[in-house]
């Protein structure tokens, strides 16, 4: 793979760091406190069920097991952080259920224990950062883009706490992915569209995945699994899925 580009990063058309406005659009998410959130058996009931749901790598359930999925929730909500439900964030978007996650990183792997980790991973949308701490665990680079400053800015301030070396935050055009970082073993979507923009696979690397909501005929979102195998595109449809839309440009 090529070395990755020095960071922080700044997409083309994107304004320089000097440039940009305050961004007060929402705040940061808060980690509660007295709620008995921070409790190990909390996470273990919330990896259970998702087992139950038929998510079987031990790579993914360990990973979900490992991020305090509270800390990228508003207070206000933070009792509800560890049930298989979205959350709004704000800016009309929201944090996926734990078990759409799982699904979706689980596919992203391939076969169970082929590897410890994937490679270098691009995501797109990254909300409030949970997705990306979590494809830390199971990825050896996270690179995740974001349209939204007010939900770039919003994850940055989630993840520093954590200080995870190999996840890159980038505020830009999801839909241009980041040529920068390719070639990428995976690439996976937090919004759906009409289809897969081209760009994504061009930055996808041989024997990669994408896994990403799409937009059928009927209308109705369902999730897709696109590999790439000696230049070749092969397509797999799955279950029905509801992500928020995929948008161009930013905000």
Known sequence: MSRRPGFPARLPGAPAPAERKPAAV????????????????VRANMVQKIAAQGVSD???LAAMNAVERHRFVDSALVNQAYEDTSLPIGLGQTISKPGVVARMIELLLGAPGAKA??????????????????????????????????LHERARANLRAFRLANVHLLFGDGMAGFA??????????????????????????????????????????????????????????????HFVPLKSGIA
Not at 29 to 34: E, L, N, S
Not at 121 to 132: H, K, P, R, S, W
């Open 26 to 41: 929402v705040a940061p998410a808060t980690a509660p406190r007295g709620l008995g959130l921070d409790s190990q058996a």
């Open 58 to 60: 031990a790579r993914v």
């Open 117 to 150: 980790r994937c490679g270098r991973v691009l995501e797109v949308g990254t909300g409030c950062g949970y997705q990306a701490a979590v494809l830390s665990h199971v990825a050896s680079e996270v690179y995740s883009i974001e349209r939204l400053r007010g």
């Open 180 to 241: 920068q970082g390719a070639p990428y073993a995976g690439i996976i979507a937090a919004a759906g569209g009409e289809a897969v923009p081209a760009t994504w696979t061009d930055q996808l690397a041989d024997g990669g995945r994408i896994v990403a909501p799409m937009v059928m005929a009927n209308r109705q979102q369902a999730l897709v699994v696109i590999e790439k195998n000696a230049g070749r595109l092969s397509q797999s449809i799955l279950e029905s899925v």
